[in-house]
């Protein structure tokens, strides 16, 4: 679900910074918009999706696919939230007819940066799960083939 928000923040802020006119300080372009940050989004839905997989098929290949993937999300969130930091807190100026744009970008980027931590902490609780899940099914496979020697007997 946090991923779909900020794919749609994403279409939002394409369609507000595409609109923008070229003014005399030039226009607002972030690095967060630059590097499609909030398109990162699908990362979250791909590892959402993986995980509804392993929930109701359980193997092997698919935990360690879902750990990767929910490692992968941790990382791009932490990246993420740097680029976030980093674009506001570096304003450079803008128009006065792109400045209403800048300002409503910036809040957007504000919002989304409420949402990283709960994104960081969701993948986090999948992959300390996933991990636990891994080392059980292994504990598990280990015990079980002793008791299936001693049954063949």
Known sequence: MIGVFHVFMWYFLLVLYMG????????????TYKTGCT???????????FIIRVTKHPTRSGI?????????C???????VTL?????????SVSYRNYG???????????????????????LAYSICSCCKLFQRHEGDAT???EEAESSF
Not at 64 to 72: D, K
Not at 74 to 80: H, Y
Not at 85 to 90: A, D, G, P, T, V
């Open 39 to 49: 398109l990162w989004g699908t990362f979250f839905i791909i590892a959402g999706a």
């Open 74 to 80: 941790i990382m791009t969130t932490i990246i993420a």
């Open 101 to 123: 744009q800048a300002k409503l970008g910036r809040e957007v980027s504000r919002i989304l940066l409420f949402f990283y931590p709960l994104e960081f902490s969701i993948a």
């Open 84 to 92: 976030t930091i980093i674009e506001l807190s570096h304003f450079k």
């Open 144 to 146: 079980s083939v002793p």
């Open 64 to 72: 360690v696919c879902t750990l990767i993937i929910n490692v992968f």
């Open 20 to 31: 923008q006119i070229k003014g005399v300080f030039g226009t607002y372009e972030p690095i």
